[in-house]
């Protein structure tokens, strides 16, 4: 029903800066909240940046200073600017979103209920 296509990633040193791209598609009829996670091995998935429909971000004290969430939920894409890496970044980043998706009855949409939609993950490592 709904896709999330993840770009971005990859290998960097300390002190670097990453950059990564997701794109909402299927029938989504409204996102509520898009942003990222990640998950590190051996650690629970944790909330990095989300940006809500009204425009409102909001960030892992962690990354406070260091990334920027861009982009909003009508535009179905967001992009997060990772400034300043740590090696403690170093995890698998999967783009997220809180939506609605639809149904179609003759040429009337019909929203549906919300839920979350993840996309594959992307890794990023970064090195001392």
């Known amino acids: 029903q709904v896709q999330l296509a993840e770009s971005g990633g990859g290998l960097v040193q300390a002190g670097g800066s990453l950059r990564l791209s997701c794109a909402a598609s299927?029938?989504?009829?409204?996102?509520?909240?898009i942003g990222w996670y990640r998950q590190a091995p051996g650690k629970e998935r944790e909330l990095v940046a989300g940006?809500?429909?009204?425009?409102?971000?909001n960030y892992a004290d962690s990354v406070k200073g260091r990334f920027t969430i861009s982009g909003d939920t009508a535009r179905k894409s967001v992009t997060l600017q990772m400034n300043s890496l740590k090696p403690e970044d170093t995890a698998v980043y999967y783009c997220?979103?809180?939506?609605?998706?639809?149904?179609?009855?003759?040429?009337?949409?019909?929203?549906?209920?919300?839920?979350?939609?993840w996309g594959p993950g992307t890794q990023v490592t970064v090195t001392s």
């Open positions: 997220n979103a809180y939506a609605s998706t639809y149904t179609m009855k003759g040429w009337t949409k019909y929203e549906q209920g919300y839920d979350h939609f």
């Open positions: 299927g029938r989504i009829f409204k996102i509520n909240d």
């Open positions: 940006i809500s429909s009204n425009g409102i971000t």
